[in-house]
């Protein structure tokens, strides 16, 4: 039985918080999420029920002073928002064993913002990219939907091979309501992975690469004869590890790291390489709030 992903003081940190959107989108549903633009036209649409953490400058006073029942009263600028996950659940993913192991790491991110999502009544889609497969769980909008999230991501097991970019085609051919796009992966693939990025931005998604390694994979400190075998096809090789070949690993993985990153700058999506040794708590409360990612 594997331990939770999270203990109960997390999950009340993380409901403390809200995903940020640099753009806003209008929903098919009013009232959860206000947007930054302001007009001279705000015009009453409707009310729906009170919920704890409301502005309170928003309640309908005199209803409540009729019903004795908390209202919040909704205007035309106000949106919801929608939240999609992609995780890798590719068999590279499920490495190194250990503490530091990235699969683990992944499923703790895809979770902590998927929570954040729900407490805040967004519109939650959340899928795992494994080989030619993709697996969805929601839509999901309510917070009482949130341990169920949980549970499925506690559960969900790494296999197969990466190929990120047929997922991404497919996903942005299936589920065309865009929003908040985050995707969680090692990236570990000879196959390119544009393509599949530019199907999702058509469809005018706000995308957030983070990019989990281990650091054995950043930065080896390996030496002697070994056999590599890949985790995902099988396929051996033997190598000798010395310090000129750590050197000439260090400026491969630092150009390939460094192509990611900057492909993800020109095409206006942001990125995050994510390291299994980060300490979580300190990745989600300060380095993501630090990015204005969260809120």
Avoid at 240 to 254: H, I, S
Avoid at 267 to 283: G, H, I
Wanted: glycine share 8%; aromatic share 10%; proline share 4%.
């Amino acid at each position: 039985m594997t331990s939770p992903l999270f203990d109960e003081t997390f999950l009340r940190k993380l409901e403390q918080l809200s995903l940020v959107a640099r753009r806003v989108r209008r929903g098919q549903f009013r009232g959860e999420k206000r947007s930054t633009r302001r007009g001279q036209s705000i015009e009453f649409a409707d009310y729906r029920n009170y919920v704890r953490g409301d502005d309170l400058r928003a309640l309908d006073w005199n209803i409540f002073a009729r019903l004795e029942k908390p209202f919040i009263k909704l205007f035309e600028e106000e949106v919801d928002q929608t939240v999609h996950i992609l995780l890798d659940a590719s068999g590279s993913m499920d490495f190194p064993p250990g503490a530091e192991n990235k699969w683990r790491y992944a499923r703790r991110l895809a979770a902590a913002l998927g929570y954040i999502a729900l407490a805040n009544h967004d519109r939650l889609f959340l899928s795992l990219l494994r080989g030619d497969s993709v697996t969805r769980w929601g839509p999901e909008r309510h917070r009482r939907a949130a341990h169920r999230l949980l549970e499925f991501l506690q559960s969900a097991e790494a296999g197969g091979e990466t190929r990120l970019a047929g997922g991404f085609r497919r996903y942005a051919q299936q589920v065309k309501r865009p929003g908040l796009l985050f995707i969680v992966s090692d990236f570990l693939s000879d196959e390119p992975h544009r393509d599949g990025f530019g199907a999702l931005q058509q469809r005018g998604h706000e995308i957030t690469v983070l990019h989990v390694l281990s650091p054995g994979e950043i930065d080896p400190v390996l030496a002697g004869d070994f056999q590599l075998v890949d985790v995902e096809t099988g396929d051996r090789r033997d190598v000798t590890v010395n310090a000129t070949l750590r050197k000439m690993y260090r400026q491969k993985f630092d150009a390939w790291q460094g192509d990611l990153r900057d492909f993800c700058r020109r095409r206006q999506m942001s990125y995050a390489l994510v390291p299994t040794d980060t300490p979580f708590e300190s990745l989600i409360l300060h380095h993501f709030r630090q990015r204005r990612w969260l809120k």
